[in-house]
């Protein structure tokens, strides 16, 4: 579908020779990145003192942790630097996207580079955090009859398969401990392991960019590259769902696929994933949807299948023990702001749920398209920051699919602010420093950093856009499916 104007007429446009520069470059920050990840990640084991990962790359790889790069005074920027490179060029996209009106086949050269950088982060193993391999040990359990929710970790499973130290319980939900499972029982192999928990998290990516597409296709070709470029360049999005290979994105895409067609089906089966989709819930509550048979079995079988997942597992309120004790604080707006106290710290987190409700109201009242969107987006940021005790960079990437179907609102740019510099504010904690001494340094930049990206976005938009306001295509998406 075409863009409500004609923005390829406009003066001094986006060439496809600037998107392919910066292509190139990040394509070869992803090939940097992907080769180095082989020592990467023993050797970040190997500082943390965890001998099984150490063993189970050794095991699949070949490669012996290197003592000279086990140092954080090597390891850091080795780590770092291709993610700079890649978010710099990401940044520079976007600034050009909004600088310079592109056309359609710019659209279509950065939809493109997409599945390049795709392809080249599926080999990359996990460096940064090991919870890729967590499933795999769960998964390990639910094979051998046992539950990852009741029982702690068997120590021939912990050492075969845990790359991590102090084993804990599940805290994902149960449909992942399923995935999980039946990954576990096609193979015991490591590269097997490895490949069908990677085809699953590569092809969530994959799917949420096409829903993307799909969803911004009749928006300006300004907003459709945005979108493209949330989900498929940024780093947060791309690193930690195809290389790092946390499942937040499969999770994701179910969330979108709901929200997109409708259907409560594929937003039980997101919150059977992770939890933190649950709040998006309040729109299908909340939809004006004409009671019929279709929309009865649409609430039953979500139901049925919540009740499935939790039933082959759920033994107890112990069931969730593990994930109500990752209390730390860390990467929230009440930590952001801890150095003015408290009252700074309610206040902070008060914003978001105000956002909310603010946006809610709006949508109930105009029932258009694009308030549905960023209404969806206010709920689960809301639930995410007003709730949740810390946010991993990888827990945003729930909130920026979001934000790519609504590209232009205030919420969505800052938050493409926060995911452009969340990905550096782990770097003390990978260097296990404390998150009770200067954890809250990172997360002061970074909101700072966010907030100032949101007034340098409004200011380039106003300064180079002024092309006619657009709305999103009236067409109704399909309606509750069974």
Known sequence: ??????????????????????????????????????????????????????????????????????????????????????????????????????????????????????????????????????????????????????????????????????????????????????????????????????????????????????????????????????VGWMPLVLYFSVSEGHNDIVMAVFALFAFYIRNPIALAASVCIKYVSGPLGLIFLLAREPFNARLLIGYLFSSLLVIACFVLFYRGIEFFDAARAMTWEFLTPSSAVAIAGRPAQWAATAVFPIIAIYQGVKWVKERKEPRRRVFALALLSAGMFAILPHVWPWYLVLLLVFAAVAPSAPLSRWLTGLALGAPFAVAMAARGWSFDSVMHIPDTALYLFALTWLAFTGWIMTSHYNAPRYTISPEAPPSIQS
């Open 1 to 230: 579908m075409m863009s409500t104007f004609d923005e390829a007429s406009t003066h001094n446009p986006l060439s496809n020779r600037a998107v392919h520069i910066l292509g190139s470059i990040t394509a070869i920050a992803w090939i940097i990145q992907t080769i180095a990840s082989y020592w990467l990640a023993p050797a970040g084991l190997a500082y943390g003192g965890v001998v099984s990962g150490q063993q189970l790359y050794a095991d699949m790889t070949g490669i012996e942790a290197i003592d000279w790069l086990a140092k954080s005074r090597y390891w850091l920027p080795l780590f770092f630097l291709p993610l700079v490179v890649s978010s710099i060029c990401t940044m520079a996209l976007l600034f050009q996207i909004m600088r310079r009106p592109p056309s359609q086949s710019t659209v279509r050269a950065v939809f493109s580079w997409t599945f390049v950088f795709g392809v080249i982060c599926l080999p990359a193993i996990p460096v940064l955090a090991q919870d890729f391999w967590l499933s795999a040990a769960w998964g390990k359990m639910i094979a051998t009859g046992l539950n990852p929710y009741h029982q702690d970790i068997p120590h021939d499973i912990a050492a075969r398969w845990y790359a991590d130290l102090n084993p804990t319980r599940m805290t994902y939900g149960p449909l992942w401990a399923i995935i999980s499972g039946l990954v576990m029982t096609v193979s015991n192999h490591p590269w097997v392991v490895f490949s069908l928990f990677k085809a699953v998290i590569a092809g969530s990516w994959a799917g949420a960019l096409i829903i993307v597409r799909k969803m911004t296709e009749s928006l300006p070709f300004r907003d459709q590259c945005t979108a493209i470029a949330i």
